[in-house]
């Protein structure tokens, strides 16, 4: 008796897991990109790959924002293979860095004809061991994490404004 009804909870949580696993975690919404220009930093691994992933996938033109060009070149060449050629390229970025956040704004813009929709936020990084600085100045991990970014957002600001509209 008592290894039936062990038996039967196994099996209603196993139904329950797997019928969360078909239903909660795909996105439903079928809305294309298509004509639309996506920025996403740290896009090389984890959330921001599969944000590019998808993005690509609805038809947009999606621009990875990366530190590392070996690590930003293999997820271009995946994501291109993932999404049947899809319009994925990549910019150096090094959001610790303010020269290399102009400089990297200054040739989106030139890349792109200053047409941008989608600014994604998504580099970061954990506080390593050791607290280190910037060449600014700066702790690492606040200007990873916050400084690099909202100079980026500041200098990319009025191009998003002028084309978000689109995306209604």
């Known amino acids: 008796m ?6 039967s909870g ?12 078909l239903t909660t975690r795909r996105c439903r919404c079928t809305k294309s990109m298509s004509g639309k220009t996506v920025v996403i930093t740290g896009a090389n691994s984890g959330i921001g790959y599969e944000t590019a992933r998808e993005l690509a996938l609805r038809g947009a033109r999606v621009v990875l924002a990366c530190r590392g060009a070996e690590r930003a070149r293999d997820a271009v060449a995946r994501l291109a293979a993932e999404t049947s050629g899809g319009d994925v390229s990549w910019l ?3 959001t610790a860095s303010e020269k290399s956040v102009r400089a990297f704004a200054g040739r989106l813009l030139r890349k792109t004809g200053g047409r941008l929709h989608v ?6 990084m954990v506080a390593p061991a050791a607290r280190r600085l ?23 600001l009025r191009e998003y404004s002028a084309h978000a509209h689109s995306l209604r």
């Open 2 to 7: 008592l290894f039936a009804l062990i038996a």
């Open 10 to 21: 196994v099996l209603l949580l196993s139904a329950l897991f797997a019928y969360n696993r």
């Open 92 to 94: 150096p970025l090094d």
């Open 119 to 124: 600014l994604v936020n998504n580099a970061g």
């Open 134 to 156: 910037t060449a600014e100045g700066h702790e690492e991990t606040w200007a990873i994490n916050y400084l690099g970014h909202c100079l980026l957002t500041r200098l990319l």
